[in-house]
């Protein structure tokens, strides 16, 4: 069973997303990372406001798994970053957990075995399995 998100957990994660999307952009540009797209598609809060599952997209996709290392080693720094900037909208930071966010691939890969380029019947292996998070 699925519990829909309370109207405090969709706050404090749009609140987060749209402070994140800043802070990981700018420290991408920062540290000289030219041509890198990092978008921040979906902040998951868990119930008891201690979690914050960050969902990530990033272009191109060959950096995205070196990159998402980048951000997990630095997360106290962007946790600190995150709770100046939000002082005055949250008591407490939840902790951030952050995750690539690849259902743009897979839905791409699902369009391309529809429009026949790929063909999933012939080669299963075109579909792997999605992690669940």
Do not use: C, W
Request: no cysteine; net charge positive; glycine share 8%.
């Amino acid at each position: 069973m699925v519990e829909e998100e309370s109207q405090r957990q969709k706050k404090i994660g749009s609140v987060l997303q749209r402070d994140l999307v800043e802070v990981l952009q700018g420290a991408a540009t920062q540290g000289g990372m030219k041509g890198i797209l990092i978008s921040v598609s979906k902040v998951k809060v868990t119930v008891d406001l201690s979690v914050a599952k960050v969902y990530l997209s990033i272009f191109p996709n060959g950096k995205g798994k070196e990159l998402i290392e980048g951000i997990k080693s630095n997360a106290p720094l962007i946790k600190h970053e995150l709770a100046q900037r939000t002082k005055h909208q949250l008591r407490r930071m939840p902790a951030l957990q952050f995750f690539i966010d690849d259902s743009l691939e897979y839905i791409d890969k699902i369009d391309k075995s529809l429009k026949g380029e790929d063909n999933p019947i012939n080669d299963p292996d075109l579909l792997g399995k999605r992690k669940k998070s």
